[in-house]
C-alpha cells in the first residue's frame, strides 16, 4: 500500500549503532534507578532476576548486583551455547552487565516511598520503561528471559508459559519469604511492567486503521490520496445481504488525520459506511522504518 515517502535520506549506520546502544544503557539505567528507589526498599520482589535479588538480599544481604551477576552472567553463557551460537550478540551482553553495575552504583539512593502500592505502581512504570527502551534497540537484559527461552526449547511449553512459571515461582517465593501481601503487592508491579513495556513498544494510539464501503469509492479513493496524501489499498468484498461485489477500501492514518479523512469520506460520499480502529504497530514508508 502507498504511504507518505519515506526521508530522503536513511539514516548513517554508525549513527544509528550508538543511538542503539546509547538505548541500551539508557533503558537499563532506568530499570536499576527504578529498582533501588522502590521495588528493592520495598520488598516487591516482581519477577525476573532482580525479584530473587530482592528475596536474596532481604535472606542473606548479600548486595542485589551480585546476585544479579550471578544469575545473568551463566544464563548469558548458557544461551549461547544452547540456543545457538552468539544470537543474543553484544548488545544483550552490554544489558546483561550494565544494569546490575548500575544498581550498584545507585545502592545508596533513598526510596522514593515506602508506600507498598505506589512502589509497585511507579516502580513497575520504571522497569517497564527501561525495558521497553532496551528492547527497542532489539537487545534484552538477559536474565530470566534467557531462561525461559531455553525451557521453551527443551520442554515445549510456549514461551509465555514459560515467562509465567518462572515469574510466578519468584512470586511465590516471595509469598513465603515475606508475606502474601507484598507477593500480591509484586503482582501489581509486573502487570504495570508489562502493560509500559508495550505501550513503550507500540506507543499510544500511534496510527488508525480505515475500513470504507462506499457506493463511490472511486470519488472516495481519489479524494483520499489527493487531500489527505495516505495511500488507499482496495479489498475485495461481498455484501452479506446480496450478496453483491462491494470493494472495500484500507487506509493507514496517524491519529491526528483521521477527523480529516472522516470528513473528506463524508464529503464525497455522505452515505459511506466508515470503521476506523486502533493499529497496533504499523512498518513501512510514512511510518516506522524498522
Known sequence: MMTKRRRDHEMNPKVSMVLEYGQILLGS???AIAFNLFLLPNRIASGGVSGISTIVYDVFGIEPA?????FNIPLFILGILLLGGMKYGVKTLIGTLFLPYVVYLTRHLEPATTDPLL???????????????????????????LAAQIINKYTGLSLGACVFILDGLIVAT????????LALY?????????KTIDLVQMGVGYAKVALIISNKQEEVRQSILRDVDRGVTKLSGYGG????KRPVLMCVVHQTEVTKLKQ????ADPSAFV?????????GEGFKNQ
Open 29 to 31: 539505567a532506568i530499570v
Open 66 to 70: 551480585f546476585t544479579q551477576w550471578a
Open 119 to 145: 512502589a509497585a505502581l511507579f516502580g513497575g512504570i520504571g522497569v517497564g520503561l527501561g525495558l521497553g527502551i532496551v528492547f527497542r534497540s532489539a537487545a534484552s537484559t538477559g536474565g530470566t528471559d
Open 174 to 181: 516471595s509469598a513465603i519469604v515475606f508475606n502474601i501481601e
Open 186 to 194: 509484586a503482582l501489581i508491579a509486573l502487570f504495570i511492567t508489562g
Open 241 to 244: 445481504y446480496t450478496n453483491e
Open 264 to 267: 473528506i469520506v463524508k464529503s
Open 275 to 283: 470503521v476506523v480502529t486502533n493499529a497496533t504497530e504499523v512498518l
